[in-house]
């Protein structure tokens, strides 16, 4: 996209409040960010210059994706470097019209580095406050299991989680490549989350099919899927989503860029909108597949999505509880009235 198309798009969609429920903070780190994390904390780059990491953040295919993303965690180390992460994406979000945010961290990244659990948890939670007080963005946390790793590996990230659910840690997610490990291997961890008052957000639904969404209702007890666009492919399975009211979270040039999609154009938005699914519009890994979240909501309604469905679906999807829920409740009535924010939104 040419920069006057962005300054189109940013000039089109900033002025109504968005929510935005699946984005991966290391993803959001800009290079500027990451060249300038580097030299503080003494850790050797690919690249000598900023311009040759901003090439290198130029998205090339999947692998390249890993090799930015590991070049991206192994420079954060303090508590001070996960709360900048968490504050400067806020920052670039209300930028463009964001209200609130379920972001995504990934604790197996750094506990295998021998990072403390203590000082990463302590660093992205203090975020949540410096980010509400610096842009007026309310933010929760969401980290990730990583289905790569065995799960009794994971064990110490929900307890973390459970441990900081009173500083903002509102659910726990599953990310990785679908099919690297079967779902029903992270059931009892899901569980021990949910009795400790975390959601189940994981990701299914996105390079494996309807099936993955399935086994993350029925074996995880998702309250949110990450992707789910697959769940087309099952007629009774969409049923059952629009049943439960359960919300989706898409990703469009995400999918694009892992090739799960072949372009935007043949992106299934479209048809979930129409089926009436409830969904959200969000940017994934936005420093790294090159996005932002003007552009995605500017495809969201070419697509013909409308900016006040897209905000009842995030007020029904996030997990952080009433108090959040009656917030953004609030903020969508001062925009466009009252909001519905029951089990079933208008579509």
């Not at 006057?4 to 780190?29: F, M, N, T, W």
């Not at 750094?110 to 203090?126: H, M, N, P, Q």
Request: glycine share 8%; charged share 30%.
């Amino acid at each position: 996209m040419a920069a006057d198309d962005r300054a189109r798009a940013h000039d089109d969609v900033a002025p109504y409040p968005k929510i935005e429920l699946h984005v991966h903070l290391e993803g959001a780190v800009r290079p500027a960010t990451l060249f300038a994390l580097a030299r503080k904390n003494g850790v050797a780059l690919p690249v000598d210059t900023l311009p040759e990491l901003e090439r290198f953040y130029d998205f090339r295919d999947f692998d390249h994706f890993i090799d930015v993303w590991n070049v991206t965690t192994d420079v954060l180390f303090t508590a001070p470097d996960f709360r900048q992460v968490v504050v400067d994406y806020a920052r670039e979000a209300s930028g463009f019209g964001a209200v609130y945010l379920e972001g995504i961290f990934s604790p197996g990244q750094y506990l295998s580095r021998g990072i403390e659990a203590r000082e990463l948890f302590e660093g992205f939670t203090d975020g949540i406050q410096d980010a509400w007080e610096q842009t007026g963005v309310i933010v929760r946390l969401t980290p990730d299991i990583d289905r790569n790793r065995p799960p009794e590996s994971s064990r110490a990230i929900v307890e973390e989680s459970i441990r900081f659910r009173d500083r903002g840690v509102v659910g726990v997610g599953l990310g990785g490549r679908e099919r690297s490990a079967p779902t029903h291997a992270f059931a009892e961890l899901f569980a021990r989350a949910r009795d400790g008052g975390l959601a189940a957000v994981p990701h299914a639904g996105e390079d494996d099919g309807a099936r993955s969404v399935r086994e993350a209702i029925d074996l995880l007890g998702a309250a949110r899927i990450r992707h789910g666009f697959r769940a087309v492919e099952d007629p009774a399975l969409v049923a059952e989503l629009l049943d439960r009211a359960i919300v989706l979270d898409v990703c469009p040039t995400s999918n694009v860029r892992t090739r799960v999609v072949p372009h935007l154009e043949a992106h299934p938005l479209p048809r979930l909108l129409e089926l009436g699914l409830p969904v959200t519009i969000n940017t994934d890994d936005p420093a790294m597949f090159g996005t932002d979240l003007a552009r995605e909501h500017a495809f969201a309604r070419s697509a013909g999505a409308d900016p006040r469905r897209l905000f009842e679906a995030g007020v029904l999807g996030q997990v952080a509880g009433d108090e959040v829920r009656t917030r953004l409740q609030r903020i969508g009535e001062s925009h466009w009235g009252r909001v519905d924010a029951g089990r079933e939104p208008a579509v």
